[in-house]
């Protein structure tokens, strides 16, 4: 039998060519969707340590465990966890930590953790 480039057996080609471009990408959306929920988490969890950081330094001057008291207590109102708490002369200086919310990002990053100081 001769083959003329006519003929159907290249008939499907262009299908299977869509799937998998359509497949590529929903892959590469699912993959920037997590990514920026990663970043999203990532931006939420710094500020959340901003916040307790200033909160806690506004507190300094009564007591070190207080502006650590009330450095926690700002973290788990932004949903954070308060890590570490240090005083350093007049800079506090904490660490907090939250799981990140997208499950697909969670299997690979399971927390963001952030770091800030304030003083006077």
């Known amino acids: 039998m001769k083959w003329n480039r006519d003929s159907e057996c ?4 262009i299908t299977v060519l869509t799937a998998c471009v359509i497949s590529a990408l ?10 920026t929920s990663l970043i999203s988490d990532a931006h939420q969890v710094r500020s959340a340590a901003d916040l307790a950081a200033l909160a806690g330094a506004q507190e300094l001057g009564a007591s070190e465990s207080q502006a650590c008291a009330i450095a926690l207590e700002v ?5 954070a966890e308060l890590l570490d708490c240090h005083v ?7 660490a907090v930590s939250r799981s990140t919310r997208n499950r697909s990002v969670h299997r690979v990053v399971p927390t963001v953790k952030a770091m800030a100081r304030a003083g006077y």
């Open 75 to 79: 973290a788990q109102f932004n949903g």
């Open 88 to 94: 350093r002369g007049t800079v506090l200086e904490i």
């Open 26 to 35: 929903t892959m590469i959306l699912v993959w920037v969707l997590c990514l």
């Open 10 to 13: 290249d008939a499907g080609n």
